[in-house]
Structure formats: C-alpha cells, structure tokens
C-alpha cells in the first residue's frame, strides 16, 4: 500500500498570502495519478487537480499542482476567503487508491 | 445535471450487515469507474473500493472479504454489501464518480451516515 504524508498538518495564512502543500509518497506509482481536493465542513469534497498538475473544471487558476515520483505539491498562489478549508491528495494510480491525511489550511 | 444519491445507511449492531445504494443521474453511468469512499466523524477520507465499467473490483485491506461492490448498469445504480461489520467502519460512505479518462473523483454524493453500535 501506497502512504501519502501530507505537510504541514496545519497552515496557518492570511488572505492574500501564498499556500504551499506538500504531498510525499512511500513509493512511486503510475502515470502522475495523483490528485489535490478541498474539503469544507459539511460538505463533499470537490476536485481541484487530477494527473498532478491539471486543473478540474471550474477550478480558478491560482491553483496549481506540481510535481512528480513521490514528491507533489499544491500551490494556491493568492488566497481568497473561500480557499480556507482541508486539502486532500490522492494517489490513483496503484489499488488501494490511497489519501494523505490532510492539511488544514486556517485563516491566520 | 450530474448527481449522485446515496441512501441505506443507518444504525447496525457490531457483526451486522448493511447495503448501501447509490442512484447516479445525468451521465452513463455504465462507462464510468466509480468508487466508495468514507469519513469517519472529526478524521479524513479513506478510499473503501472501486468497480470498473467491466466490472473488475478493487478493495482496501480494511474491507478485503466483509465489504462487496457492485453495479447494475441497467438501474444507473452502484451498491456495497458491508458484512461483519465493526465500530471501526463508522463513518459517512460517499459514493464518487471517477473521471473519464483516468480515476479522480469528480462528482461525489452527499453521503449516507453508517453507525457501528450495540
């Protein structure tokens, strides 16, 4: 199995600051299948990025993921109120298709 | 519009079994992979399984040999059958669509509430 460790567990950022998350996983897997969602409470989690650098639809592009091998990243370049919320990374690529534990990005 | 609707969770004893269903609408669903995944109350998403459009199945090693995934094409319908069930499997179960050309969820349910308790 797959471990995906996410840093830092907690961000703490004001709007208008730079995000950086950091995804490491145990081993390497297929094609880049790594991807980034946001999770707010109560709520679904919605998709940001998918194959480690492609944005979803409807995704605004201060979001941006990076990275490759066991090494991902997602930057939000300029926080907005609404980008405070929990981020996952997932990787798809080798079953069991495995989650990091998260970071939870809070309003400084 | 694209939609996913859980339903069947609920309260079951500690060894029970449950069966979850998901209603999916507005794409075919019969050309898409799609997943079961669950949130434990306050904890992080965990991926449960997968079925693949041709019915190839996948689990994590949690589940291997209690939970079940299934598909019937034909009522646009995706199904877990949960046996043996633990307080460890105590979480909202999401039922979640993978993308077109590879596996990230795109479209997620609004989930269905299961409560391991004697």
Request: glycine share 10%; aromatic share 12%.
């Amino acid at each position: 199995e797959i471990v995906l460790t996410q840093s830092p567990g907690t961000l703490s950022l004001s709007p208008g600051e730079r995000a950086t998350l950091s995804c490491k996983a145990s081993q390497s897997f297929s094609s880049n299948y790594l991807a980034w969602y946001q999770q707010k409470p109560g709520q679904a989690p919605r998709l940001l990025i998918y194959g480690a650098s492609s944005r979803a639809t409807g995704i605004p592009d201060r979001f941006s993921g990076s990275g490759s091998g066991t090494d991902f990243t997602l930057t939000i370049s300029r926080l907005e109120p609404e980008d405070f919320a929990v981020y996952y990374c997932q990787q798809y690529g080798s079953s069991p298709y495995t989650f990091g534990q998260g970071t939870n990005l809070e309003i400084k | 519009e694209v939609q996913l609707v859980e339903s069947g969770g609920g309260l079951v004893q500690p060894g029970g079994s449950l069966r979850l269903s998901c209603a999916a609408s507005g794409f075919t669903f019969a050309s898409y992979v799609m997943n079961w995944v669950r949130q434990a109350p306050g904890k992080g998403l965990y991926w449960v399984s997968a079925i693949t459009e041709r019915g190839t199945t996948y689990y994590a090693d949690s589940v291997k040999g209690r939970f079940t995934v299934s598909r019937d094409n034909s009522r646009n319908t995706l199904y877990l059958q949960m046996n043996s069930l633990s307080a460890e499997d105590t979480a909202a179960y999401y039922c979640a669509k993978g993308r077109w050309t590879d596996n990230a969820v795109d479209i997620w349910g609004q989930g269905t509430m299961v409560t391991v308790s004697s």
